[in-house]
Nanobody, 124 residues
Framework: QVQLVESGGGLVQAGGSLRLSCAASGRTFSGYTMGWFRQAPGKEREFVAAITWSVSTNYADSVKGRFTISRDNAKNTVYLQMNSLKPEDTAVYYC??????????????????WGQGTQVTVSS
């Protein structure tokens, strides 16, 4: 298990950008598959993006071409660059980690460590 702390959320106008960061504790960060999920009011938590230790990435269709996930193993940090934001991107964004190597079909239950979440609000 690793401890995760997200930052970088905030209020932005539609069309704007934000970069979320997730700082992880633990010396084995480089071997973890890292993911971003989000939960909008009244909705279930949904997958957004993930990145493996080998920097293989995967995105939800709703964010492809607008969001980019990346990692810096030297800093034990994973990022989510969000561009061309839309009001429907408004949600609490959560960082998640798993020691499993997963390349697709990411589900909440695949991840054993979660951050506390950071709010992203996109105004129209």
């Amino acid at each position: 298990q690793v401890q995760l702390v997200e930052s970088g959320g905030g209020l932005v106008q539609a069309g704007g950008s934000l970069r979320l960061s997730c700082a992880a504790s633990g010396r084995t960060f480089s071997g973890y598959t890292m993911g971003w999920f989000r939960q909008a009011p009244g909705k279930e938590r949904e997958f957004v993006a993930a990145i493996t230790w080998s920097v293989s990435t995967n995105y939800a269709d709703s964010v492809k071409g607008r969001f980019t996930i990346s990692r810096d193993n030297a800093k034990n940090t994973v990022y989510l660059q969000m561009n061309s934001l839309k009001p429907e991107d408004t949600a609490v964004y959560y960082c998640a980690a798993t020691a499993r190597l997963i390349y697709s079909n990411y589900r909440e239950g695949d991840f054993g460590s979660w951050g506390q979440g950071t709010q992203v609000t996109v105004s129209s």
